[in-house]
């Protein structure tokens, strides 16, 4: 049996995904959502990195799916553990016990059936500090306030000046140089999105565009650096904590649709 091949429609280098394949993005996003839940069901203190790694692998596969970190340009582990001024791409530690009083982020992202989803969420452990809970308050509001700039034909820009605005209002600072993407038949695709951009400025929101809202935000400088032993861990060049919230989102003929969070 010949079948037809697979046709990737674009917009300059930006793929617009056709009503199936949103369908089976938003299917996706579903077991991600699912593993996200569990997580944040279990999370606690005493939990080390390692047994959060071991609750999505097991529970990603359990459902037919494949954690789309594992292996990815060489990443060891099926999720992204980042703790309190890690700001992402954190490897899930054996010795990294979660304590009262951290704030972490826990990056899923799944493959199903070739189509990928990709959503992240901070966790509060035990009590924590009231500056750490505002940061990470703020990082969740701020994906909301991008969310209020998705509409078609408007710059993708809108949406990450709106950001930068709202966070900086609060105090902090958004990451520049590492940012959101194009997601869904593959894990990283066009659009790069800024969370720093000037309004105006970026692609032209099209209908079936799918992407991430993920802005990352420190409570001091935007300033990183990646860790030199492993190539992967991102921390504040300050030492002071970073918190991400992210969701993917697809835009629609009125508006966005979130499909998974
Ligand atoms: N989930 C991350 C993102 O939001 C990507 C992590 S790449 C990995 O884009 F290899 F570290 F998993
Ligand atoms: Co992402």
Redesign the pocket.
Known sequence: MRRKRKRIMKTGNVPVKSRSQIDGIRESGRINTAVLDYVQQNIRAGVSTAEIDRWVYDLTTDMGAVP??LN??G?PKSV?TSLNDVV??GIPDEDEVLKEGDIINV?V?TVYKGYYS?A?RMFCIGSVSADKKHLVQTAKEAVLVGLMEVKPWKPIGDMGHAIHIYAQSQGYSVVEEIGG?GVGLEF?EEPWVSYTAPKGSGEILVPGMVF?I?PMINMGTPDFYIDEENG?TVRTADGMPSAQW?VTVAVLERGYEILTH
């Open positions: 789309a970190p990815y340009e990443f992204c992402c791409h990056d992202s990709d992240s993407h990283h991430t993920e992967w992210e």
